[in-house]
Every structure is written in C-alpha cells, then in structure tokens.
C-alpha cells in the first residue's frame, strides 16, 4: 500500500511539475465546556466542528448542555438555541449560570426539518460562539430521517469559522459528520425515604464517555434534586 501511495504520488507530482506539499489539517481551537472532567478527557469542544452530545433521557444531556451555554455566555459569546420540540426552559437555564441575555432561543414547533434549516441559516449568517441543535425530544425514527447530506452540509458550513456546533440527541445521527461525540448515561441515583413509602430522588451521578479519545471520566458532574 506504501509503495502504491508512493508511486502514485510521483505521478501526481510529474503530471503538476513540482513536488506536493501535503498538509494535515490543523488542530481546531477548543473551548472549555465548563466542566472540568469532562475537560480534562475531550480537551474542549471544538470550534469550526460538529459535537454530538447523546443519551436517553435522565442521563444528564441536558444538564451537560445548560453547563456548555453557562460557560459559553459566561465567556460573553452570542449563543442559539434551535429547539426543535418546545422542550428548553429559560428559568432552569438561568438557575444553572446561562445568562439569557445572550442567548437566542428559536422555537421550532415539533420539527425537526425546521430545526435542521434555521440551524443552516443561523450558521451562515455568522457571529454566534456555539449553535445548538436540540432533537433531544425528538423521536430517534424522525431524527434519523435528516439525511446524512444535511449533516454533511452542516458540517462544511460550520468550517473555518469560530463557532461551535453542537446536536443533542438521544442516539447519535451525524454519525461521521461529527468530530467529536460525547455520550452520557446515568450511573447512580440517591434517595431518601423509606422503600415502603415515597422517596425523594436527591442525587443522580452521570458518566460521559467520549468518542474522540476513548476516554471515560467518572463522574463527570452530579445532577441534584431541587
């Protein structure tokens, strides 16, 4: 195969007239996610690329989505909000360090089509720190529908610019499209209270394992019970 590459590298350069100069790309800048373990195992989230934050519900997505727009507005960035399914809460977002001011919430009424077209437009027109397309309410059959074309074209909208694109979702469907995936799952829950009677849920600890560097981190934050 080394032989093959080299060989077919003397054409190319033979057909040109001068020697290729083949470059990888370089390493994107990454941003924290404000999360320090989590951190510490993907080294940020990536600018310029599609992340992919996955998991079934109560596996703290959610939580690790609000602490991703916490630390991106903390850090005075514009961020958008295309909430495909009505499920995004100011007030909580507020409660977790999100400040709204600087925060663009587009309401998509139950549609992921819709979802995917405003996230494009929003892309395109430039300016926003992180653009989040949340399915995550979205049923895995409809999100799976958007073609990998569409994420295709996401991806290469995305490119060379400084923003962050992140999809959430229950199941990942940008699949080779995203440059980093980041799946969560519930791991332990507290209660309090009797088994016989009602408890009260206090804690649930998620882990998030990445797909970039296979590296698992344990906990990677605590959801707590209000």
Same mark, same amino acid.
């Given at each position: 195969?080394?032989?093959?590459?080299? *060989?077919?590298?003397?054409?190319?350069?033979?057909?040109?007239?001068?020697? =290729?100069?083949?470059? $990888?790309?370089?390493?994107?800048? %990454?941003?924290?996610?404000?999360?320090?373990?989590?951190? /510490?195992?993907?080294?940020?989230?990536?600018?310029?690329?599609?992340?992919?934050?996955?998991?079934?519900?109560?596996?703290?997505?959610?939580? +690790? =989505?609000?602490?991703?727009?916490?630390?991106?507005?903390?850090?005075?960035?514009? @961020?958008?909000? !295309?909430?495909?399914?009505?499920?995004?809460?100011?007030?909580?977002?507020?409660?977790?360090? !999100?400040?709204?001011?600087? =925060?663009?919430? *587009?309401?998509?009424?139950? /549609?992921?089509?819709?979802?995917?077209?405003?996230?494009?437009?929003?892309?395109?027109?430039?300016? &926003?720190?992180?653009?989040?397309?949340?399915?995550?309410?979205?049923?895995?059959?409809?999100?799976?529908?958007?073609?990998?074309?569409?994420?295709?074209?996401?991806?290469?909208?995305?490119?060379?610019?400084?923003? #962050?694109?992140?999809? +959430?979702?229950?199941?990942?469907?940008?699949?080779?499209?995203?440059?980093?995936?980041?799946? @969560?799952?519930?791991?332990?829950?507290?209660? $309090?209270?009797?088994? $016989?009677?009602?408890?009260?849920?206090?804690?649930?600890? *998620?882990?998030?394992?990445?797909?970039?560097? %296979?590296?698992?981190? $344990?906990?990677? &934050?605590?959801?707590?019970? #209000?």
């Amino acid at each position: 195969e080394q032989m093959g590459a080299a *060989v077919l590298l003397k054409q190319f350069e033979s057909i040109l007239g001068a020697p =290729l100069d083949w470059q $990888s790309r370089p390493e994107p800048e %990454r941003a924290p996610t404000g999360i320090a373990e989590l951190d /510490s195992a993907t080294g940020g989230l990536p600018r310029g690329c599609l992340t992919e934050i996955v998991g079934p519900a109560s596996s703290g997505r959610t939580s +690790l =989505l609000l602490g991703v727009l916490a630390a991106a507005t903390a850090r005075q960035e514009v @961020c958008a909000l !295309v909430d495909a399914e009505d499920a995004f809460s100011p007030h909580s977002a507020a409660d977790a360090g !999100v400040h709204l001011s600087h =925060l663009l919430w *587009v309401r998509c009424g139950h /549609s992921a089509e819709h979802a995917l077209k405003a996230a494009d437009l929003l892309i395109q027109g430039g300016g &926003f720190g992180l653009v989040v397309m949340d399915l995550g309410d979205t049923a895995p059959h409809t999100a799976r529908r958007i073609s990998l074309a569409s994420w295709f074209r996401l991806r290469r909208a995305v490119e060379h610019t400084p923003t #962050i694109l992140v999809g +959430l979702a229950r199941q990942s469907n940008a699949r080779t499209c995203a440059s980093l995936v980041i799946e @969560c799952g519930r791991h332990a829950a507290t209660w $309090s209270g009797a088994r $016989s009677v009602s408890r009260l849920l206090r804690t649930v600890e *998620v882990r998030a394992q990445s797909t970039d560097r %296979r590296k698992q981190c $344990s906990p990677v &934050f605590t959801a707590r019970a #209000i």
